[in-house]
């Protein structure tokens, strides 16, 4: 049965810090076809589930945060045994996402942050507002949640499970990337990779805009590279 009030997810993302990164291999700028934090961050567009087809499919909340709605489905979680840069924790598995639920478009960005806590903890602060805010912890995470729910009483927040963020950034997608496979492994020579992410190849060690490149095809942006995400759910390899 489908959730006639499905929930509102948003991307609370971080500063790889160095307990992060004994977790997650990558940086600020790294990328890749299952790219989350293990501590945590549709096979159908999101116009075409017809249980659901009366809900609207964007909206924007009262801070500016624009989510799109992502239906539910099957996919497979988890990465082929041969795929370059994969991890033994990969292993797949199929997933069925049991009801819809929107997810913000893009990552949260400084100007977001600030509206809701009143600070900005970002170490790349002269990024502008429109950069993603980093150097939060999971427990920051939780914090802003609760405060954009006390000002936003209408709609229930939280971050997407570790399965729900691999779903929407997969896309309907079986390949490393949303958009496709690997092209060239030397650098900023992947015309596949660096139409979709900033990653070590081409951010310059910092990161950039939300939303400067393409978006997969739910649209939503900057789901490999640009900065790391938060999950909410813990990692559990018996599920993996």
């Known amino acids: 049965m489908i959730d006639k009030q499905p929930r509102l997810i948003i991307f609370l993302v971080f500063m790889t810090t160095l307990v992060v990164q004994w977790l997650y291999s990558g940086d600020v700028s790294s990328a890749g076809g299952g790219e989350k934090n293990v501590a945590e961050n549709l096979s159908n567009t999101v116009t075409n589930d017809p249980e659901t087809s009366h809900q609207k499919t964007v909206f924007k909340n009262l801070v500016g945060m624009q989510f799109v709605r992502i239906p539910r489905g099957k996919f497979i979680m988890g990465s082929p045994s041969k795929e370059p840069g994969r991890t033994i924790f990969e292993a797949q598995n199929e997933v069925f996402i049991q009801k819809p639920f929107y997810i913000q478009m893009t990552e949260v960005t400084q100007g977001q942050w ?127």
């Open 114 to 240: 600030v509206e809701v806590m009143g600070d900005n903890p970002s170490v790349f602060s002269e990024c502008g507002e429109d950069c993603p805010v980093e150097n939060v912890s999971w427990v920051d995470a939780q914090h802003f949640i609760k405060k954009l729910s006390q000002m936003d009483s209408s709609s229930h927040y939280r971050l997407p499970t570790e399965a729900e963020w691999e779903f929407v950034c997969r896309s309907d997608s079986s390949t490393a990337f949303s958009n496709g496979n690997f092209v060239s492994f030397e650098c900023d020579k992947d015309s596949v990779l660096n139409e979709i992410a900033w990653y070590h190849c081409n951010s310059q060690s910092k990161t950039h805009p939300v939303a400067q490149k393409s978006p997969n095809r739910w649209g939503v942006y900057d789901m490999h590279g640009n900065v790391s995400e938060w999950c909410q759910d813990v990692y559990l390899s018996l599920i993996h």
